[in-house]
């Protein structure tokens, strides 16, 4: 089993940047998939950016957030970080983190979550 627990949320202004955190444990992480994803009130979770614990490929991510996020990892500290700039409003949501085996762009394919974390974006 994997526990996930994301930290780092808040309220920001339009503009403002926001790293969240995500620490995982439990288990080995070489295998996984790691994920971000976001749900908005009143809407379903969408994707954000996904990469593979280890390996070369390169991190996957939401045209909505590219070139504004970016998904990062601490192999020693076994942490997944987002780096979030240029905030807007229609970025506020609970951000979760997620693992798996396998990846998706479908958070229904994913086994393993945190309890997210609520980023308000407003003026």
């Known amino acids: 089993q994997l526990q996930l627990v994301e930290s780092g949320g808040g309220l920001v202004q339009p503009g403002d940047s926001l790293k969240l955190s995500c620490t995982v444990s439990?288990?080995?992480?070489?295998?996984?998939?790691m994920a971000w994803f976001r749900q908005a009130p009143g809407k379903a979770r969408e994707f954000v950016s996904a990469?593979?614990?280890?390996?070369?490929?390169?991190?996957s991510y939401a045209d909505s957030v590219k070139g504004r996020f970016v998904m990062t990892r601490d192999y020693v500290k076994s942490e997944v970080y987002l780096q979030m700039s240029s905030l807007k409003v229609e970025d506020t949501a609970v951000y979760s983190c997620?693992?798996?085996?396998?990846?998706?762009?479908?958070?229904?394919?994913?086994?393993?979550w945190g309890q997210g974390t609520q980023v308000t974006v407003s003026s």
């Open positions: 997620a693992a798996d085996l396998k990846f998706s762009n479908d958070s229904s394919a994913w086994r393993y």
């Open positions: 439990g288990r080995t992480l070489s295998s996984y998939y």
């Open positions: 990469f593979p614990w280890t390996g070369i490929t390169s991190t």
